[in-house]
């Protein structure tokens, strides 16, 4: 991305979300001044990932709305544990870019713009995975995301 730049990216899009917490590549954006949109803020509630074949295994894990973590903390603040994992990748500093077409569901996702404790931030970050669930390098048959953190 920056080996040979002539104009440093004012942003970087990418997978993101509890289940993926990628902190180490986040902080390497951050410090190059790269602001992070999370695409799938969250995980594997997306039925695309159910539907092709390179997410089929990773898609199958529980739901990351049905967390225990998120769970308790929706309870918290009352919120859905939606908005939770929104305000997660909100309270990290990057843009979170939810997909919905549905009415409830996207004034939901609007409200989802309120400061998690540090105490529950650090709790969340238990819940990193390192699950990725969009991975289309076989079918690229190009090796996507090598070297990220283990992924």
């Known amino acids: 991305m920056l080996i040979f730049p002539v104009q440093v990216p004012a942003a970087h899009q990418m997978e993101g979300h509890p289940y993926l917490q990628q902190k180490g590549f986040n ?10 949109i999370q695409f799938s803020p969250l995980g594997n509630m997306n039925s695309f990932y159910r539907e092709v074949l390179w997410s089929k295994t990773q898609s199958r894990m529980d739901p990351i ?17 939606v908005q939770v994992a929104l305000a ?7 843009s979170v870019i939810p997909k919905s077409v549905i009415d409830w569901q996207i004034k939901q996702n609007l409200e989802s713009d309120f400061a998690i ?11 990193d995975l390192k699950a990725r669930f969009n991975v289309p390098s076989e079918y690229y048959r190009w090796p996507l995301y090598q070297d990220l953190e283990g992924v």
């Open 27 to 36: 902080a390497w954006l951050k410090s190059k001044g790269i602001h992070v």
């Open 65 to 81: 709305t049905e967390h225990p973590i998120l769970k308790a903390l929706a309870e918290k603040y009352q919120k859905t544990p």
């Open 88 to 94: 997660w990748g909100v309270n990290c500093g990057r």
């Open 117 to 127: 404790e540090e105490a529950d931030m650090k709790e969340i970050e238990e819940m």
